[in-house]
């Protein structure tokens, strides 16, 4: 290998190494944008602490704005029959109604956020927010309905 070619292949390597580092800081030279989301539509936000919220999600620069905001929580139903199996059971939480009564409303920084998904309206999600709206919470808590797992 000449020397002309060993400098060549180091300049190579310099300009790659400069370009990636580039854009890696400058987010992808503004290619890279965040997601742009719509507050008519209802998103999942997966965060870094594993926690998924659904809502209504806006841009709102370092923050994303979520809002008409839910989550869910999985219990364990022991079986009635001792031949049966545990079974879960899921159900739709409306933030709001916590003991420490959170206003409906989060401001999510968004290096906390994993990705974001749209929801369809088909979804079990999708579903059991739409009950919850038309019909409200189930009659035995104040903020809950519950997701209808089983086919």
Do not use: C
């Not at 992808?28 to 999942?44: C, D, E, R």
């Not at 879960?88 to 990705?115: C, W, Y």
């Not at 309206?121 to 019909?135: N, S």
Request: net charge positive.
């Amino acid at each position: 290998m000449g020397k002309n070619k060993v400098i060549m292949y180091v300049l190579y390597v310099i300009v790659i190494a400069v370009l990636v580092y580039a854009a890696v800081v400058t987010k992808g030279f503004g290619i890279w944008k965040n997601k742009t989301v719509s507050a008519t539509n209802y998103q999942a936000v997966f965060l870094s602490n594993g926690q998924v919220y659904f809502g209504k999600l806006t841009d709102s620069g370092k923050y994303a704005k979520l809002e008409d905001i839910y989550y869910l929580q999985v219990q364990q139903v022991q079986p009635t029959d001792k031949t049966a199996a545990q079974q879960s059971k899921v159900t739709l939480i409306k933030l709001g109604n916590e003991l420490h009564a959170p206003q409906d409303r989060m401001e999510i920084n968004r290096d906390q956020i994993l990705f974001i998904e749209d929801l369809k309206d088909e979804g079990k999600v999708m579903q059991a927010i739409k009950r919850y709206k038309e019909t409200g919470p189930d009659i035995t808590s104040t903020n809950t309905t519950d997701v209808n797992t089983q086919k």
